[in-house]
């Protein structure tokens, strides 16, 4: 910090001490208007509260149902997929998976379903598998790695 930087403090003037009597500078009714909810000790009104009439907030649609928070959600790929990756690949991981654009994150659980056919075997590193994904894999000679490969 140098000198020539050094600015003044911003001078905040002292809060109104409301309900101080007539002496605090503040009138009559120190600033709370006439009679009222508002104008008592500890008066007031909920925040959202609109006098009585349907708030404003009811008046938007409500999020419904159960939403689960410990939900797993996979990335889906299927077989033929996996059949369409070029032929030097045989180690199929979830980077492989996201280089060739069949998933979007390389953190994300991958799930492999079982739609369509394989040709030529392919070592499959995925969190889950479906029965029939795991035994098309086998039969064309490949493996199926169930824990993901990091």
């Known amino acids: 910090m140098q000198a020539h930087l050094v600015r003044p403090t911003r001078n905040k003037p002292n809060r109104k001490r409301v309900g101080r009597g007539a002496a605090s500078g503040q009138g009559?009714?120190?600033?709370?208007?006439?009679?009222?909810?508002?104008?008592?000790?500890?008066?007031?009104?909920?925040?959202?509260?609109?006098?009585?009439?349907?708030?404003?907030?009811?008046?938007?649609?409500m999020l419904r149902g159960f939403n689960n928070k410990f939900r797993k959600q996979y990335e889906i790929v299927s077989v033929e997929k996996l059949g369409r990756l070029p032929d030097g690949v045989?180690?199929?991981?979830?980077?492989?998976?996201?280089?060739?654009?069949?998933?979007?994150?390389?953190?994300?659980l991958v799930k492999i379903l079982g739609n369509g056919e394989l040709v030529r075997p392919l070592e499959v590193y995925a969190d889950t598998f479906t029965k029939s994904a795991s035994?098309?894999?086998?039969?064309?000679?490949g493996k199926v790695i169930g824990v993901a490969k990091e």
Do not use: C, D, W
Request: proline content about 5%; glycine content about 18%; hydrophobic content about 25%.
């Open 28 to 61: 009559t009714y120190s600033g709370r208007g006439l009679k009222g909810q508002k104008s008592r000790s500890g008066g007031g009104v909920r925040p959202g509260f609109e006098g009585g009439q349907n708030p404003q907030i009811k008046g938007l649609p």
């Open 90 to 108: 045989t180690e199929v991981t979830k980077e492989v998976l996201k280089e060739h654009r069949m998933i979007r994150k390389a953190t994300s």
């Open 135 to 141: 035994s098309k894999i086998q039969a064309a000679g």
